[in-house]
């Protein structure tokens, strides 16, 4: 059905932007904490990059 496929295609983009979040963020945060000597500007990045995030997945459009 036209919901599977579209399941499909979602987990095939959530996927990959997951993992790589993962994979680049504790190696961001590290570095950030190294130079600053606290996790203050870690979060702080984390939430602009969340926000930034969220305002890429609102602006995607449905595909016909």
Known sequence: SA???EA???LG??????????TVGPSITSAVKTVTGTFTAAFAISIVMAL???GL???LRKVR
Do not use: F, W, Y
Not at 13 to 22: E, F, H, K, V
């Open 13 to 22: 983009i959530l996927n990959p932007a997951t993992t790589l979040g993962q």
């Open 8 to 10: 499909g295609k979602d």
């Open 52 to 54: 930034c995030a969220a």
């Open 57 to 59: 997945v609102l602006s």
């Open 3 to 5: 919901m599977k496929e």
